[in-house]
């Protein structure tokens, strides 16, 4: 079937601007992750949804970011007022919920954000 | 706090040889430990875990819980296993976020 998928693949904005990533993730995976990966952080946690409640959101970085999710399923990464240090890679990924020793993640092929 | 250290940045071995890519971690519990791997131009995705206790594409890797290490290896090294590598842990029971190193650019020289 089709894995994670994430759009813009890339996106090019000002700073100050607003900006909205998407993910959509494998079909009945109800667990769904957002990550960042930039030079010299590696990949960095930022949000966790199980269904649509977000139950860890300890890593945004600030009150610029925010995540939804609707319907159990797409989700929807907003950054505000931009700035040149959100230059990363957005990543998504999928699981599957509840399984101990079970948390394989499937990734998204990831939005490139540059904010100039 | 938990945290995954991977002490190499790049490694370059040569085509036949043996691959030892390091990870230790630190977690208070137990963890669930896997190494991610990311070919150019292609997703990052998962290559292995301790708890399935198997061979992809020639690797093992085995969580010795006494030195805290996940080390990833292959006996002989092929051309194909050029990648980035990222060792990674979450909480084992559950759903948690993943928690990365920060990657090994292993080269393989032909």
């Known amino acids: 079937g089709a894995g994670v998928s994430q759009s813009p693949s890339n996106k090019v904005t000002e700073k100050g601007k607003d900006v909205e990533l998407r993910c959509d993730p494998i079909?009945?995976?109800?667990?769904l992750y957002w990550y960042r990966q930039s030079l010299g952080q590696g990949l960095e946690f930022l949000i966790y949804?199980?269904?649509?409640?977000?139950?860890?959101k300890s890593g945004l970085p600030s009150d610029r970011f925010s995540a939804e999710r609707t319907g159990g399923s797409v989700s929807t990464l907003t950054i505000q007022r931009t700035q040149q240090e959100d230059s990363a890679v957005y990543l998504c990924?999928?699981?599957?919920?509840?399984?101990?020793?079970?948390?394989?993640?499937?990734f998204g092929p990831g939005t490139r954000l540059t904010v100039l | 706090a938990q945290r995954v250290t991977q002490p190499e940045k790049l490694l370059s071995v040569f085509k036949g040889a043996p691959v030892e890519l390091k990870c230790n971690y630190s977690?208070?519990?137990?963890?669930?430990l896997f190494w991610y791997v990311q070919y150019s131009r292609q997703r990052l995705q998962l290559l292995l875990r301790?708890?399935s206790r198997e061979s992809i594409k020639g690797f093992t890797a085995d969580l010795n819980k006494g030195e805290t290490s996940f080390h990833l290896k292959k006996p002989f090294a092929q051309e194909e296993d050029s990648a980035m590598y990222y060792c990674?842990?979450?909480?084992?029971?559950?759903?948690?976020?993943?928690?990365f190193g920060t990657g090994t650019r292993l080269t393989i020289i032909p």
């Open positions: 079909s009945g995976h109800t667990a």
């Open positions: 990674a842990l979450s909480r084992y029971f559950g759903n948690e976020k993943l928690t």
């Open positions: 949804f199980q269904g649509n409640s977000a139950p860890d």
């Open positions: 990924a999928s699981s599957h919920s509840g399984r101990a020793g079970g948390n394989e993640q499937f």
């Open positions: 301790h708890i």
């Open positions: 977690y208070s519990g137990s963890p669930e």
